[in-house]
């Protein structure tokens, strides 16, 4: 809003009401091409010409001045990008396709709190496990720990107390009937539940393996540079200038969640919309979908052009993977990332982006009549053999995820210490719970890692050639903080229906197993034990010195199958204080530890 005063003119910001008085001198007019771009697009058709029209002046712009419609400004660097990576223009217009669900619609917000065509993402902290936790110990339901862990014994809790409030379906999972009944209890017990904070309610969709949000990240306006206060705190999302208080939880039909602009009650319930359907924010949101596309292109180039592994990545009857295209369909893979959850797994949100994706690009003259450039066959060729040869792993709480191949690389570990050298995987770096391996060679280690005395569960699916994946799934399965379970997998054998897993067990870890055992494609929790029961009874007695730490020398038993791992480790058979243990020029006698 704009009010003049001689020469000077005040610039008020209708959203919180800020001002700044200027020299109309230093205003530019409007041009009436100008004005045009803040004109919203309703027909979808118009928008599919506009984003056409967008991703095309950024393959080919090279201005290098700061901007939103510059494509080679420092940090952007769109054109230098596309010139290496020859990263197809079709398959840019598919993505954003499938992003906003076949819609073009610009102001889409997923219930993830994903924005726009491209779907930029912000991910505010969240301490909403912990809260649901606190009043279901209250309602008690729940006995402990309050850790923010969506684990086995909080999804048991939630089913009891869906079955003592007679919601249906009792099954563990945040829905709207279930949230609903929480936030009138809670609204009923504010002063007894003075933890949870006054203006918190229950809104977001939540179930095992979905935990408290610690860290975050925004990635709206980060290359087109739009800002929209006060919605921008997503550390302190409660604030008044809070995430929270712009968006609602909707539920649209067959049940999709999703975000919906809210009135901003602290701003004089104001609507903030980041991205709407006007053409300056179109360049907005594809600017920021594209520079987010650029980074995870970038990550993977790193990791395969550093591989010494051998090349085509793979080949079929007509078509091949060599270095260039795995970096494309690892971005491809990668652009959405996870977040699903293992649930995920077993229905129709199977992790398939890279069908979705190649369906839109076969469909790409009718979702863009405009678009007139080439469409690669032999892309949706790649696309399909990357969904044919991968293997998709998922873990819910409480542990981490971690990847190893057959050289020791490793991908994945705890918050804070990632590690991600093995080029063919894709990471799950936000939960850390997830990973997508496109075209597997050789064996591969999934460890999970216990963060909380509990129970978890793992999924691994591997496609071998077909759509239809060989399935392993362990449920429930207990494991105790800084516990170590490790799942090698004979693909050939499971897939006859053999006991083609073999499970490890690191109780301490310190990095040796001590159990081993294996089994077919479904491991129970009673299963488990029994197979633990079982090793039980054939341990072994060794003296374990800790590498770099002798002075910690105990006696520990473990299981038969890993005294051989032990001994090469430098350990020795028998009881500390027992054992003898010998060099070429000494002999030591280690004390028993008391």
Known sequence: MLSVSGDMTNIIDATDGSSLWVSSVDIEPVTSSESTKATEITNKTTRASKIVEVVGHYYIDDTITPGLYSANEAGFEFANFISGSNFPRELVLALFAHESGGSLDNELVTYDYGHGLAQATVLPKLLDVTYLQTILTFSGQFSGPINGLYGPTTESAVTAYQTAKSITPADGRLRPATRASLNSLLNTNRSSLSSIPSNFLFEEYFYRGRNDVLGNYDNRGVYSGIEIPPCDDI?????????????????????????????????????????????????????????????????????????????????????????????????????????????????????????????????????????????????????????????????????????????????????????????????????????????????????????????????????????????????NIPIKQGEVHEYTADWQALAKGENGMTIQVDSSGDGIFELKFKSDLVLTASEYAKSIGKSNKNKVTICHIPPGNPANAHSIAIGADAVKAHLAHGDTQGACGETVTSTPSTTTKIKKKK
């Open 235 to 475: 550390s302190t999302p409660l604030a008044s200038s809070g995430i929270k208080h712009c968006y609602q939880h909707k539920v649209g039909s067959g049940n999709l969640e999703y975000k919906e602009e809210s009135p901003q009650p602290n701003f004089g319930n104001i609507k903030l919309r980041y991205y709407d359907n006007s053409p300056q924010s179109i360049y907005a949101n594809i600017k920021d979908g594209l520079g987010i596309l650029k980074g995870k292109y970038t990550i993977f180039e790193s990791k395969v052009d550093k591989s010494t592994k051998p090349r085509p990545w793979a080949i079929s009857t007509d078509t091949s993977i060599n270095d260039s295209t795995l970096k494309i369909l690892l971005a491809v893979r990668g652009y959405n990332g996870f977040g699903k959850g293992c649930y995920a797994f077993n229905n129709e949100n199977n992790p398939k982006y890279q069908v979705w994706v190649a369906d839109k690009l076969g469909s790409l003259a009718t979702i863009y009549p405009s678009y007139t450039g080439e469409v690669n066959a032999n892309i949706g060729k790649q696309l399909a053999l990357s969904v044919e040869k991968r293997t998709e792993i998922c873990v819910m709480s409480p542990v981490y995820l971690s990847i190893y191949d057959q050289d020791n690389n490793q991908s994945g570990g705890p918050v804070g210490t990632l590690t991600d050298n093995i080029p063919e995987v894709v990471y799950d770096n936000n939960a850390h719970k997830e990973a997508s391996i496109l075209f597997p060679r050789g064996t591969y280690r999934y460890r999970v890692t216990g963060i909380a005395n509990d129970g978890y569960s793992i999924i691994v699916q591997n496609f071998d050639g077909s759509i239809n994946p060989t399935e392993f799934v362990a449920t």
